[in-house]
């Protein structure tokens, strides 16, 4: 006998629970769909966001000011926006009231959650996603940090500045980087790290990571399988030591002819084994060299990134965020 659950259709009466709880919800943006969320672009301390803008960094103004003697040295992974400074509308999502005079107001608002909302982070924020017109450029961040909270990390910070950096890097890709790839997120602020260093690479990182924002070189590599026709490590390795000053490409690294070109559909350059010691090369998702000696593959791929000028040299590179 055939579950209607497990066949995919819910038993009537939670159907009809599912229905009474959903017919009234109408979000702004698709839930189905990866598009970056519509909103419209407004200006900041002389910094676009929202539109088509790039998704900015910003920072609080204790993070800028002890790091603000070195930021001309950071070139493009500088701080953007300094949060006290950018009129940032906070709003508890729930709140009905806030939401309708927020929406009622002529001009997009720069818009985020309250600190002191008790919702998980990623709820909080499709809520708010869900509930503001699109018009409304939104700012992430990786945590709520309530007042309670706040003093607790004072006096923990001098005994353990920085005693788990790993849970702070796990915390802020998930909740930011969930909410970047639904399309949420005009701008990022990380701020369950207390050294601004690290919480600004990391800002950068996540956005490099959910493919938001490009600032190095990105790197996709299968794992190696019996159809591997190279040594996936060391050809990876050659690879990024040529390439890993460029800025903004990414290139794919496949070692098995039969699913590599499928699974760097979204690369702008693929180095595929095509045959034993021979590489074939990609442009995007078209083949465009064939049968290339592997001894001579990676500059044939550093000539075929120069013919898309897509190429820098070493020297000219900007700063590299690590």
């Known amino acids: 006998m055939t579950s209607t659950v497990a066949a995919g259709v819910l038993p009537a009466k939670k159907a009809a629970e599912t229905a009474a709880t959903t017919e009234d919800v109408d979000l702004s943006f698709d839930p189905f769909s990866y598009q970056r969320r519509a909103s419209e672009r407004i200006e900041r301390e002389g910094v676009g966001l929202g539109g088509e803008e790039l998704i900015r960094v910003v920072v609080p103004r204790k993070n800028y000011d002890k790091i603000a003697h070195k930021i001309d040295k950071m070139g493009d992974y500088k701080p953007e926006i300094i949060y006290e400074d950018a009129k940032i509308q906070e709003i508890d999502p729930r709140d009905a009231a806030a939401i309708a005079g927020l929406n009622q107001n002529a001009e997009a608002q720069f818009v985020t959650v309250k600190d002191d909302v008790d919702l998980p982070v990623i709820a909080a924020f499709r809520l708010l996603a869900a509930r503001v017109q699109p018009r409304h450029p939104i700012l992430l961040k990786d945590e709520l940090v309530g007042a309670v909270h706040r003093t607790a990390r004072g006096r923990l910070g001098s005994i353990a500045p920085t005693s788990d950096f790993l849970n702070t890097l796990l915390t802020a890709s998930t909740n930011i ?27 950068y990182n996540i956005l ?11 790197y996709v590599a299968c794992p190696s ?89 070493p020297s000219a590179a900007q700063p590299v965020l690590v």
């Open 177 to 203: 980087g969930s909410l970047l790839c639904d399309g949420i997120g005009d701008a990022v602020m990380v701020q369950g790290e207390d050294a601004p260093g690290q919480a600004l690479r990391l800002s």
């Open 208 to 218: 490099q990571a959910a493919g938001s924002r490009i600032f190095k070189t990105d």
């Open 225 to 313: 399988c019996g159809r591997t026709l190279f040594n996936l490590q060391t050809t990876t390795a050659k690879i990024k030591a040529a390439t890993s000053h460029l800025k903004g490409v990414k290139i794919a690294i496949m070692g098995c002819i039969v699913n590599g070109p499928g699974e760097m559909a979204d690369a702008d350059f693929g180095y595929v084994g095509g045959a034993p010691g021979k590489v074939n090369l990609y442009v995007g998702k078209t083949a465009v060299k064939f049968n290339i000696p592997e001894t001579e593959a990676v500059d044939r791929l550093k000539d075929l990134i120069r013919e898309h000028g897509k190429w820098m040299e």
